[in-house]
Structure formats: structure tokens, C-alpha cells
């Protein structure tokens, strides 16, 4: 519509809409605490979630061993399915088991176990569930038996052996 003259616009309406005023809107609305008792709330919730990290961040640094020790007990249980490669698996198998104990106790009370005095300990730190017979007997000898007297131990005894060290690395408790 080009050369429309503009739309005329009554005189009253005109002088009421040049009377409007803008809409007055509040002030923001602050996300500060308006009493003390927020902020001590605030602050209490503040110091819980920093505590629970704290004690989960701890809890997770005590427990490295354990993770590193069930790591390589997992290439343990990869190695354990053939027989050219189960005799040494299960010659490192002991070796797991006693620097997972010098990592939780002091030297002097693991080192020098050995034999039943060795199971004796595992049972008496197990977490409530002792070695069975097989397993103890084994864990008494392994690492007096060559890789080689280790191969010719069946693979689900050497998988129940494995089962048995993860059990005890993982339920171990330190009594101090």
C-alpha cells in the first residue's frame, strides 16, 4: 500500500497513550538468606557434603592396596585357563596374599608366618568366613612347590584357590 496516507490517530487517544507510564517492576528478589538460621543451615550442609568426601576420599585412599592387589589377582584368574601358563599364575598367587597382609599390618606380625601359622592368620582376618582345607593346604605349600608341581593342579581347584584369595582380600579386616 504504497501512498497510503498514514492512519490518522484520534487526538484523545494519542494524548492518553503518551500518558502511559512504563510498568514499575520490583527488585530482584535475593538469593541471600534472609535470617541467620538459613545461613547456619546452609553452612551445616556445607560442612556435611565436605566431610562425607573427606571420609570417602580416606576411606578410598586406606583401601589402595586392596584395589591394586585385586588388579593383578585378575591377571592371576586370565591366566589360570591354560595349563602352560597355570603354574607360575598360581606360584604368584601366595606372593599376592602376604603383600596384601604387609600393606594392612605391621612387618613384624606378617613376615616371618609361614605354613599354618600363615592360614591361622588368614583365618583369624577373613571377615567370618575361614579357608576351606583345600585351600589352606595349598596356601601352607604354594610357595614351597615349583611352577611346574603348580600346573598339574586342576583348573577349578586353582579357580577355587583364586576365589578364596579374592574372599580375603576383600573382606580382610585389621585388628589393631
Keep these: 500500500m504504497e501512498g497510503a496516507p498514514p ?86 598367587l601366595p606372593a599376592i596374599l602376604k603383600r596384601t597382609a604387609l600393606a594392612a599390618w605391621p612387618r613384624e606380625t606378617v613376615a616371618n608366618l609361614n605354613g599354618p601359622g600363615w592360614t591361622q592368620f588368614l583365618d583369624a582376618h577373613s571377615g567370618g568366613k575361614p579357608l576351606s582345607q583345600t585351600s589352606a593346604h595349598f596356601f601352607e605349600e604354594a610357595e614351597y612347590r615349583g611352577p611346574a608341581a603348580l600346573a598339574s593342579i586342576p583348573a577349578d581347584e586353582a579357580r577355587a584357590h583364586v576365589a578364596a584369595a579374592r574372599h580375603w582380600i576383600e573382606a580382610h579386616h585389621v585388628r589393631t
Design 7 to 92: 492512519p490518522t490517530v484520534d487526538p484523545g487517544l494519542a494524548a492518553a497513550l503518551r500518558g502511559l507510564a512504563d510498568i514499575a517492576s520490583p527488585p530482584d528478589v535475593s538469593m541471600l538468606p534472609q535470617t541467620w538460621a538459613w545461613a547456619v543451615l546452609a553452612a551445616l550442609v556445607v560442612l556435611a557434603i565436605a566431610f562425607a568426601l573427606w571420609r570417602w576420599l580416606r576411606h578410598r585412599a586406606i583401601n589402595r592396596y586392596r584395589r591394586e592387589a585385586l588388579g593383578e589377582l585378575r591377571l592371576i584368574e586370565a591366566r589360570i585357563g591354560t595349563a602352560q601358563t597355570r603354574g607360575d599364575a598360581l606360584a604368584a
